[in-house]
């Protein structure tokens, strides 16, 4: 079976460099390598309105916004169909044959969504959960299986959403006696430390909403002040101080971020960054060295796609465009699987092969 690879976000914001460790990066190898015969990219702006749906208009801002970004670090609409998820006709149907296979209790057991309820407050008493929101893991199979994608670029804290996806595809075919449904499998970042980055002030996830972000469009003195505001190790008041490495932001970063080669350029002191957290730890290395050694990091990451990103404002209508193009083929593509489910269903009805069903049944009862 060849590989179809399916991936995409909420328009929401900017995205950040979470992001790019998280998913982006290794969209961005898979693009290259090349060893697949389709690569969809999907702008969820359906999903975004299940908790906006009171602020349309950042959605629709933010569909080119996302785009811009997905373009600064590389992804190439010459190889990638890049498509917006309201467009996609079938998407609503499919989604709605698959809430027949899910409870409602299984849906709000979903880790993720769990989560995203807590972090909105749609667990409170003032508030109730909107059930396009607690839907969202059936919307999201229906994204997936709808392109007969087996590969799914994540960050761990979308491997439930994955998991629901592959009970859904297993429900399907299991209930209807046929292969309909291709299953997927996500494909995590190789470094652990990527899997899911925290955000600048320590907090389990970085998060737009919560604005501990360092976003891919920010220029070089936003990056700056946000890494040397970093949260370290509280106790590492003077530079002889032994330092603490767990839970020390910095030091989490520099494990997503940080190469032997960067030593070279920007910390030639040590080789790695093993030998920096021992002489950390043990004392003599103050925060603002490690802080000025992960903005170059940082820096050097970000330089290239900032200025790619200024030539693609320049082309907003060749954006569009792109997204239209590979909108018209995501809907021919969902449209094919959505007949093979209808078939497996069973609804047809304006055709010879029913007419002469229903015409033997009812021959036959009289």
Request: hydrophobic share 40%; glycine share 2%.
């Given at each position: 079976m060849k590989n179809i690879i399916l991936t995409g976000d909420r328009p929401t914001g900017k995205l950040h460099i979470g992001h790019y460790v998280g998913s982006l990066k290794n969209r961005v190898k898979l693009q290259n390598e090349g060893n697949y015969e389709k690569m969809y990219i999907m702008i969820a702006d359906a999903q975004a309105l299940t908790d906006n749906s009171g602020n349309p208009q950042k959605v629709r801002d933010n569909i080119i916004t996302v785009m811009l970004d997905y373009l600064s670090i590389g992804l190439d609409p010459e190889k990638v169909t890049f498509f917006i998820q309201s467009e996609v006709r079938a998407l609503p149907e499919i989604t709605a044959y698959y809430m027949n296979l899910v409870t409602l209790p299984r849906l709000l057991r979903n880790p993720t969504v769990k989560s995203e309820?807590?972090?909105r407050g749609y667990d409170s008493e003032s508030k109730g959960i909107p059930v396009g929101f607690a839907n969202y893991p059936i919307s999201q199979a229906a994204d997936i299986t709808a392109f007969d994608a087996n590969?799914?670029?994540?960050?761990?804290?979308?491997?439930p959403m994955i998991e629901q996806a592959r009970e859904i595809v297993r429900s399907f075919n299991g209930t209807y006696n046929k292969e309909v449904l291709i299953m997927p499998e996500p494909k995590l970042p190789d470094n652990e430390a990527c899997l899911r980055l925290p955000g600048l002030d320590g907090n389990a996830k970085m998060s737009k909403s919560l604005n501990n972000c360092i976003y891919?469009?920010?220029?070089?003195?936003?990056?700056?002040?946000?890494?040397?505001?970093?949260?370290?190790?509280?106790?590492?008041?003077?530079?002889e101080d032994p330092g603490k490495v767990e839970g020390n932001m910095v030091f989490t970063y520099l494990d997503a971020f940080s190469s032997d080669e960067d030593f070279k350029k920007y910390y030639p002191e040590f080789n790695n960054l093993d030998e920096l957290k021992k002489a950390y730890s043990n004392g003599g290395i103050g925060d603002?060295?490690?802080?000025?050694?992960?903005?170059?990091?940082?820096e050097e990451l970000l330089t290239p796609i900032r200025e790619k990103?200024?030539?693609?404002?320049?082309?907003?209508p060749y954006i569009v465009e792109a997204l239209e193009k590979g909108t018209k083929e995501a809907n021919e593509k969902a449209d094919e699987v959505l007949d093979r489910i209808k078939d497996a269903l069973g609804i047809r009805y304006f055709n010879k092969e029913f007419i002469e069903e229903q015409t033997k049944r009812f021959n036959e009862e009289n």
């Open positions: 309820i807590t972090m590969i799914i670029p994540v960050g761990d804290d979308q491997l891919l469009s920010d220029d070089s003195k936003t990056v700056k002040e946000k890494v040397f505001s970093m949260y370290t190790d509280p106790n590492h008041i003077k530079v603002m060295r490690i802080k000025k050694f992960l903005y170059e990091v940082i990103r200024k030539e693609y404002i320049n082309k907003i």
